[in-house]
């Protein structure tokens, strides 16, 4: 019946408001098109609890998932979410392919296009690096991680999964808690929710603060204490150790102090506040095995609803083909010529 | 051979001449300059309507060769150098091998000398493979022909060796270029910290990275009494610390380039590679600085920082893609944008690009004195172009400015009396 319904009544008011073959960032979405996204998720997730989970919704598309760093959960997530549309998908990682042997991004993007792959999935240790791609092939690119940008689709579930919580977004007070510097979640999170209407607090060690974050329409704080206090959702990052040049913090023993949730800091929250983490979680760090696993926490429902937020984004960027604005680098470009004055 | 150049507006700021003059060349040499001439030449060359000055120096290119020569080389980077209206360009030694030898010296003034286009004025390593530790031979290099001394790219970090190599310089009268960046506070940065830095999630290069190693290079200029020269510097905070050390006495020079008065860090949005460049794009804060301190003379002269890189260099990640642009073949028209906004007259913008750099280098050259060498650079201030890759002479086209319509390019240039560019063509 889903299938029915999103190719009936969502199509003609779909193909109006998507135009996108590629998702490359939250920044680039208006209003309308994240709501479409959390209101296609919506129908979509209903698919993953049938006995059957499967709907034929991209039977005959070929999706590639093309990733430069390690990652399970997402590849997962998109590889099953793939699956549940009845779409072909191949996984492609670094190691296993030609870019140890110096081969170039577009190259190797345009050797998999080559085989008629209709939607890209990439992850890759470098920012803009989705937008860069998405200049050079006609297959539809969706960002699955570009360096310290976006991860757009876990700022697509969190929205979503804020917005299944709490009935709205508007005016919803989210808290991002840890480093905000290094976050591509924090970044894709940050333009979702203002666009939608939230108030957003971020709050961090000053070193993990990225300059001029305020004009994003963010509150920047650096006292959990005082941060935590109003918030309807804190939303945990993790710390990325790998991704740190030089000491941004003395030790892991003073951020858990300093930034960590545990059921004392907790207290201080408001009765119904939402923990989210985007995982995986560093236990003890971010937050406390009680807090992970405690009544607050809604890091499983993140996860289930990942797929459908996933789901939703590969079938509106892989339908789209037939619509006209096929190159949104125009945009861009633009753009730069603005810029350049 | 007697060439004649009538009717043109000869403007050379250390003769004060600012009006129309012909000029007289024979054989390499400046024979006269007068009003009104009858004199019979082999050649005439009508300049009316343009401006006949100086040969323009760029202190500041790479040109590649030895070692990527797929990037440039010898004879592309100074066809380049001709096809912009310099006379003559000082090479960077950031070569494969660094050029910290005699012999390198010999080699890049030799290849110049054969291909018989402009002048090649190479700039010597300061410290052995430019690794900041042990000087190079600073007197085997000047019998080289090394006019000045320079790590760029690189910065000096220890500060001991800088205070040693300006001291030691004294001795041969060599400046010292310095690239000022402060290593901890550039930590793999590849853009300006900022609000679009935050926003493309890119490490940010912040501003006191440059003039922090500024503060410091004025204080060691300062001990020593050796010439320094500020390599391409981007923004207000460095300007302030040179605008007072100079009032303060200090013998400091500057320069500063194109894309500094006309880009800022939003032509980076698209992670537009060619707008990747070290020092970074700044703020139109720093733009504006950056124009105020060539009017008040904080910054001395215009060059390019020309550095060629090849296209698939470019078109990888932005954090992956090499720094640098190319601008030989762009400045000259760029500058003229600053006569044209008033921020310099046409005499002030001469005198920046040709007896400036040839000042700070101690070069007798940047003056049409009779007598002198016969180093001109006549231009066209109203023809309008738009930049397009396909017709550079550069052999790579990381340009930010492709697509530009400008206004201002050289039509002839003469190097020791004898013309490299006819017509804007390379003889």
């Known amino acids: 019946m889903t299938e029915i319904r999103i190719q009936k009544t969502e199509d003609r008011e779909r193909k109006k408001t998507w135009v996108r073959k590629d998702l490359l960032s939250v920044e680039e979405l208006s209003k309308e098109e994240i709501k479409l996204v959390l209101d296609t998720a919506e129908s979509f997730k209903e698919v993953s609890s049938r006995d059957v989970k499967k709907v034929p919704a991209l039977r005959g598309k070929t999706i590639a998932n093309l990733f430069f760093e390690p990652s399970t959960r997402t590849r997962t997530s998109f590889e099953l979410a793939a699956k549940r549309l009845s779409a072909d998908i191949i996984n492609f990682s670094a190691s296993g392919s030609s870019t140890s042997k110096g081969e170039s991004l577009s190259d190797t993007a345009k050797n998999i ?16 690096s989705a937008e860069v791609l998405s200049r050079c092939v006609k297959a539809g690119i969706v960002n699955a991680g570009d360096g310290i940008h976006e991860h757009p689709t876990q700022g697509l579930l969190d929205l979503f999964t804020i917005r299944e919580k709490k009935k709205n977004l508007e005016g919803i007070r989210v808290c991002l808690v840890g480093d905000i510097l290094h976050s591509r979640v924090a970044r894709s999170n940050i333009w979702g929710l203002v666009k939608m209407g939230a108030k957003v607090t971020v709050c961090g060690p000053p070193t993990l603060i990225p300059a001029k974050i305020e004009e994003l329409g963010v509150e920047v704080c650096y006292d959990l204490d005082k941060a935590v206090k109003d918030q309807d959702v804190l939303n945990i990052l993790r710390i990325q150790l790998e991704r740190q040049r030089g000491a941004f913090f003395p030790s892991i023993r003073e951020y858990a102090a300093e930034y960590g949730i545990s059921s004392e800091r907790l207290k201080k929250a408001k009765p119904d506040v939402v923990i989210m983490h985007p995982g995986p979680v560093n236990r003890g760090v971010e937050l406390s095995s009680a807090v992970a696993d405690g009544k607050h926490s809604v890091i499983l429902d993140q996860v289930t609803n990942g797929v459908a937020i996933r789901m939703a984004v590969l079938f509106l960027t892989t339908m789209v083909d037939s619509d006209p604005i096929r190159h949104p680098e125009q945009a861009s470009v633009s753009e730069r010529v603005e810029g350049s004055s | 051979m007697k060439i004649l150049i009538k009717n043109g507006h000869v403007v050379d700021p250390r003769n004060k001449i ?158 010292i270029l310095a690239h000022c960046q402060d290593e901890g506070l550039f930590c793999g940065g590849c853009m300006h910290e900022g609000f679009i830095s935050t926003r493309l999630g890119l490490a940010g290069i912040p501003a006191e990275a440059e003039s922090a190693e500024v503060a410091r290079d004025i204080q060691l200029a300062n001990l020593t009494g050796g010439k320094l020269h500020f390599c391409h510097i981007s923004s207000k905070k460095s300007l302030d610390l040179i605008r007072e050390a100079k009032k303060r006495g200090s013998l400091v020079t500057a320069e500063t380039c194109p894309h500094y008065f006309h880009l800022t860090d939003a032509a980076v949005l698209g992670y537009n590679t060619n707008a990747k460049m070290n020092p970074p794009l700044r703020t139109r804060e720093d733009v504006e600085a950056v124009k105020l301190s060539l009017k008040d003379g904080t910054i001395d002269t215009i060059a390019t920082d020309h550095a060629p890189h090849s296209e698939s260099e470019k078109a990888s990640e932005f954090d992956q893609a090499p720094f640098g642009i190319i601008g030989l073949e762009t400045s000259l028209a760029l500058s003229l944008d600053l006569v044209a906004e008033k921020v310099l007259t046409m005499s002030g913008l001469v005198e920046k690009m040709s007896l400036a750099p040839a000042k700070i280098l101690g070069l007798d050259r940047g003056h049409l004195s009779e007598g002198a060498v016969a180093d001109i650079t006549i231009l066209d201030p109203t023809q309008q172009w738009v930049v397009d890759a396909t017709k550079f002479e550069s052999k790579s086209k990381n340009s930010p400015f492709l697509g530009w319509k400008v206004k201002g390019r050289a039509t002839d240039v003469f190097c020791a009396g004898r013309q490299v560019l006819k017509d804007g063509e390379i003889v």
């Open chain 1, 113 to 128: 296009e080559a085989m008629h792959v209709d939607t890209i999935v990439m992850r890759h240790p470098s920012s803009g």
């Open chain 2, 18 to 175: 600012d009006g129309v003059v012909d000029i007289l060349i024979e054989n390499d040499r400046i024979k006269k300059v007068f009003k009104k001439s009858d004199v019979k030449a082999d050649r005439e060359i009508d300049a009316k309507g343009k401006i006949v000055a100086p040969g323009f120096i760029d202190m500041h290119v790479h040109l590649r060769q030895p070692g990527y020569e797929y990037k440039e080389t010898i004879e592309t980077g100074l066809r380049a150098a001709a096809k912009g209206g310099f006379t003559g360009v000082c090479p960077m030694p950031n070569t494969n091998p660094v050029a910290d030898r005699r012999s390198d010296m010999e080699f890049m003034i030799g290849e110049a000398r054969r291909l018989s286009l402009v002048n090649l004025w190479p700039v010597g390593a300061v410290t052995l493979k430019q690794e900041g530790k042990e000087l190079t031979e600073f007197g085997e290099l000047k019998k080289g022909g090394a006019m000045a001394l320079s790590d760029d790219g690189r910065p000096i970090t220890d500060s001991q060796i800088l205070r040693r190599a300006l001291e030691y310089a004294k001795k041969f009268d060599l400046t």
